[in-house]
T-cell receptor, first 112, second 114 residues
Framework: DAGVTQSPTHLIKTRGQHVTLRCSPI?????VSWYQQVLGQGPQFIFQ???????GRGNFPDRFSARQFPNYSSELNVNALLLGDSALYLC???????????FGPGTRLTVL | AQSVTQPDIHITVSEGASLELRCNYS??????LFWYVQSPGQGLQLLLK??????LVQGIKGFEAEFKRSQSSFNLRKPSVHWSDAAEYFC????????????FGKGTRLHILP
């Protein structure tokens, strides 16, 4: 079975631009969470979606937004990119809330 | 607030030696605890988890961890490390009361000497 997939693998943007990252959960999983991992740090929670509804939000500015589609895939959007947004963005899916999360390989975002 | 502390940023052990990675957590209720491993440029792989029951948890790749409530610890152990175990290890606690988020420690980088 396919695991969590994310696209693109790598992305280079300049300050002020906008970026959209995509995630496809494991088949049958209805919950998707997003994490940001800055170099040398552990991942930090950004959002969780379940059944297309936002269930949790971490301590990130409003420039970060996300949504979940009827097929349970998800997008993470970041507006007005800053240099500090450079990070590995990880997506995780779980069958339902309060369940084990499975992580994708991540999208490496570099902001110049 | 929930938090996870991994006091060792780097650890170096010789191949074949035993390993223990330390983890302390702060959480108000019975925690959901995890250990993840991350190889360079890769995503996170779950090694093991503790939700309830037996406090000694067996995981993949020969790893185990012991939940000690009195010490708020969840240390990861392996009796004999292999060169392929060199990676970053993250301890994490699941905040399952509200939004299902996972709170990670800052990680411990494991180096293996031949």
């Amino acid at each position: 079975d396919a695991g969590v997939t994310q696209s693109p693998t790598h992305l280079i943007k300049t300050r002020g631009q906008h970026v959209t990252l995509r995630c496809s959960p494991i088949s049958g999983h209805k919950s998707v969470s997003w994490y940001q991992q800055v170099l040398g740090q552990g991942p930090q929670f950004i959002f969780q979606y379940y059944e297309k509804e936002e269930r949790g939000r971490g301590n990130f500015p409003d420039r970060f937004s996300a949504r979940q589609f009827p097929n349970y895939s998800s997008e993470l959007n970041v507006n007005a990119l800053l240099l500090g947004d450079s990070a590995l963005y990880l997506c995780a899916s779980s069958a339902r809330v309060y369940n084990e999360q499975f992580f994708g390989p991540g999208t490496r975002l570099t902001v110049l | 607030a929930q938090s996870v502390t991994q006091p060792d940023i780097h650890i170096t052990v010789s191949e074949g030696a035993s390993l223990e990675l330390r983890c302390n957590y702060s959480y108000g209720a019975t925690p959901y605890l995890f250990w993840y491993v991350q190889s360079p440029g890769q995503g996170l792989q779950l090694l093991l988890k503790y939700f309830s029951g037996d406090t000694l948890v067996q995981g993949i790749k020969g790893f185990e961890a012991e939940f000690k409530r009195s010490q708020s610890s969840f240390n990861l152990r392996k009796p004999s490390v292999h060169w392929s175990d060199a990676a970053e290890y993250f301890c994490a606690v699941g905040d399952m009361n509200r939004d299902d988020k996972i709170i990670f420690g800052k990680g411990t980088r494991l180096h293996i000497l031949p």
